[in-house]
């Protein structure tokens, strides 16, 4: 039995190094974000500097490992067994909780999952012991948990949030309205003085409030104390000092030092701040066996009030995980999954929005709105001309996806993060209170996005929920690593020696499959049938790009249809569900292309803005296609999904026929668009009186039996709305293929292009 802790000390090592892998993923977001989003910066200089910040802060952090010793739990309160239980199944719910958030996309909380992980565990546990004594009550609990301490770490985490996003659009605003986004000359005069401030404020609070936190205090603490003052002035003009130099001699704004610094120092921070949360359980592990080990004691019988006294650091420990943080940083992809959705939510202009908005953010966005209707008659005219002056985005003309390869914000909003979020997590690493790295820095983002008016009429409801979205996984961090912790704890309990490998297996498989289910997403490459927005600036340009998106369009309409006859017919509930796959992801890249209107129509030159029209057409008659096949894909699911009668014989073989008409027309119609034999669209359009017909006469056999042998009026109904729909696609087919053919004709020989008048509705 006594191997059994050897092997859990051996297993949570193993686990420490999987969950520095995993934690790094997640708060990799947290001091990359405001260098990549403002794209001053090379992607390489950023992850150097990076780099070098989370191996130096690695060993800043060892004044935070008392946290996971006697943080969240009184030590002298277990024995040794105990305390290696709650140990194990800290490592493993931790590791699982970070790496699904991950695998979603979603910034959490590295330091709210290891608390509450350790207090779920610690609670548990203490249950136990409490229903095994016979002099002890539920009363008791509190005797086990280092109540004052846990409440001051999660306070401080929740009072993170607010402080965080408050002082970020405070900060950011005041900014804003001094340099404005016109700020190339203001920059020029002002930037020395705004780069001194901002890099004389990180320094001191991450180099010198960040020193608190480390046993290298003790050396400096005569230097530093009661000269705060001389540190900050001469830090300043030493800043202010450097910042003209080099703006003078590099002819560049010293913005770009403060964001290299400022993410220097943002990760120096993260890893003091954070590297507990990843390594603080198992050193505290490794302390309690060696103690343990040389006791001679029994494991139930062994107190670890060792854990309570004050233990040296671990250098050498230090500088591994912080070589592995560094490693992982490389190569990570999942970081930039994470990082994607908070640089996603702070973007100045257009983006590919990720969350739909729901009630709760329709009603912050619209109970603000009216606030700021009602407050605004009290600020004078004059001031608010003034602020609103200095919020005027400079306008630039440029694609939807042009926009996404822009800088999500510019160098001053980098700068503030940057700044905000190291000293918040400076201060607090000072007090050594385990702070929440991606509370302070996503609400500093969101905070300066609000005040810089990123936020807009079109994109609020989306980027709330977003927000939303994120901090209710927070809340879900902690309930789901409180709850899971438990469980796991109450099953190795039961059974160490059968349990704890079975775990380990099970996490093993876990992680593998969402490893594997992510590189797939992250790989995946754009489909050959996929639809491509329009870029180019005239007329032939258009008509040239749209003849892959109609011929794709067709070949895949084709697929549907097939799908969804074939589904029917024979009942194949399976047909179905691939016909009503392919028709949402046909329309959603539809929708794709017509959300890119407006970015299309102001590329135009002057001279093609009749291709607009020839544009917004197409895009209707796209919309009225795959209206028609959502319509029968959902019908003919719906029928047999309800286990309704099969069609009968003859109605089978009609739609077998109208569909091998059909196929021919949509065969002709993708060769035609695919090879640019743009002179068969004539021949093709004169085939569709054929077909069109041949549905119509379909509908008046239907009719007819109806009339004089058909009994079921379910039948019936699908029928109809099968060849109803199918009259309609052959008509959205058909008019596509005459706007491009007279678009196509003008386009040579100069005529007006007749718009017509289509809004895509049926």
Not at 153 to 180: E, K
Request: glycine letters at 6%.
């Amino acid at each position: 039995m006594e191997n059994i802790y050897l092997f859990i000390l051996i297993a949570v090592t193993i686990l420490a190094v999987v969950d520095i892998v995993v934690g790094v993923s997640n708060d990799a977001v947290n001091f990359l974000n405001s260098a990549i989003g403002s794209k001053v910066i090379s992607l390489r200089t950023i992850m150097i500097v990076a780099s070098l910040g989370i191996f130096i802060g690695a060993v800043f952090s060892s004044g935070m490992m008392e946290v996971a010793r006697k943080g969240i739990f009184v030590p002298g309160q277990f024995m040794f067994d105990e305390i290696m239980l709650i140990f194990m199944a800290v490592m493993i719910t931790d590791i699982l909780l970070l790496d699904f958030f991950n695998t979603l996309g979603l910034p959490t909380s590295t330091t709210v999952s290891i608390v509450f992980n350790l207090l779920g565990a610690a609670v548990m546990m203490s249950l136990i012991k409490i229903s095994q004594s016979d002099s002890q009550t539920l009363a008791d609990l509190g005797s086990y948990i280092n109540t004052k301490k846990a409440l001051e770490i999660i306070f401080g985490i929740l009072l993170s949030v607010v402080v965080a996003f408050t002082i970020g659009a405070v900060v950011q605003w005041f900014s804003r309205v001094i340099f404005t986004f016109h700020n190339d000359k203001k920059i020029k005069n002002f930037g020395a003085i705004f780069g001194g401030v901002a890099l004389t404020a990180i320094t001191y609070f991450i180099f010198l409030k960040g020193l608190k936190g480390t046993p290298y205090y003790g050396d400096l603490k005569g230097i530093l104390e009661g000269n705060e003052l001389f540190i900050i002035l001469g830090g300043f003009i030493f800043w202010l000092f450097f910042s003209y130099l080099f703006e003078l001699l590099t002819k560049k704004t010293v913005l770009l030092v403060v964001i290299a610094v400022g993410t220097f120092g943002l990760a120096l921070a993260f890893s003091g701040n954070d590297l507990v949360n990843f390594i603080g359980v198992p050193m505290a592990a490794y302390h309690s066996y060696e103690a343990w080990s040389v006791s001679g004691v029994e494991a139930s019988m062994f107190s670890m009030e060792v854990l309570e006294k004050k233990v040296p650091a671990e250098p050498l420990l230090l500088f591994i995980a912080g070589g592995i943080m560094v490693a992982t940083l490389w190569l990570s992809k999942k970081a930039k999954t994470v990082a994607e959705t908070e640089i996603s939510l702070s973007r100045q202009g257009e983006t590919h929005e990720k969350f739909e908005p729901n009630r709760l953010s329709r009603g912050i966005v619209k109970g603000i709105a009216q606030l700021s209707g009602y407050f605004s008659p009290i600020v004078p005219k004059a001031i608010q001309t003034r602020i609103n002056n200095s919020f005027k985005k400079p306008e630039v003309i440029m694609s939807k996806d042009q926009s996404l390869e822009a800088p999500a914000f510019d160098m001053i909003r980098a700068s503030v993060n940057l700044m905000v979020s190291g000293i918040l997590i400076a201060l607090a690493t000072s007090m050594k209170l385990p702070l929440s790295t991606t509370y302070v820095t996503f609400m500093v983002a969101m905070g300066t996005s609000l005040a810089d008016r990123a936020w807009g009429s079109d994109s609020a409801v989306y980027r709330v929920a977003g927000v939303l979205n994120v901090i209710g996984g927070w809340f879900g961090t902690a309930i789901g690593a409180f709850i899971a912790s438990g469980i796991v704890v109450l099953l190795i309990k039961w059974n160490p020696v059968v349990v704890t490998p079975i775990l380990l297996i099970i996490t093993a498989i876990l992680l593998y499959k969402n490893y594997t289910s992510h590189k797939i997403k992250f790989d995946k490459v754009v489909e050959e049938d996929s639809l491509t927005k329009a870029e180019s600036s005239s007329l032939q340009g258009v008509i040239l790009e749209s003849a892959k998106n109609i011929a794709n369009v067709v070949k895949r309409t084709n697929q549907i249809y097939e799908n969804a006859l074939g589904g029917l017919a024979t009942q194949k509930i399976s047909a179905l569900k691939k016909s009503k796959k392919q028709v949402i992801k046909l329309t959603s890249e539809v929708d794709d292309l017509r959300d890119n209107i407006f970015f299309f129509i102001k590329n135009l030159d002057e001279s093609s803005v009749e291709a607009s029209g020839f544009y917004i057409n197409i895009l209707g008659y796209l919309q009225d296609i795959t209206q028609s096949l959502e319509y029968i894909s959902k019908m003919s699911y719906k029928h047999v999904n309800n286990n309704h009668k099969k069609l009968k014989f003859n109605q089978v073989k009609e739609l077998k026929e109208i569909y091998d008409k059909l196929e021919i027309l949509f065969m002709d119609t993708q060769n035609a668009f695919k090879t640019g034999a743009f002179e068969e669209i004539g021949v093709i359009i004169k085939e569709k009186k054929e077909v069109y017909d041949l549905v119509k006469s379909k509908i008046q056999s239907q009719v007819n039996r109806t009339r004089t042998e058909e009994s079921n009026p379910k039948n019936t109904a699908l029928y109809f709305s099968v060849l109803l729909e199918t009259k309609d696609l052959i008509n959205a087919i058909m008019n596509l293929l005459e706007e491009y053919h007279n678009a196509h004709d003008s386009s040579i020989v100069p005529a007006t292009i007749s718009t017509g008048d289509k809004s895509g509705d049926k």
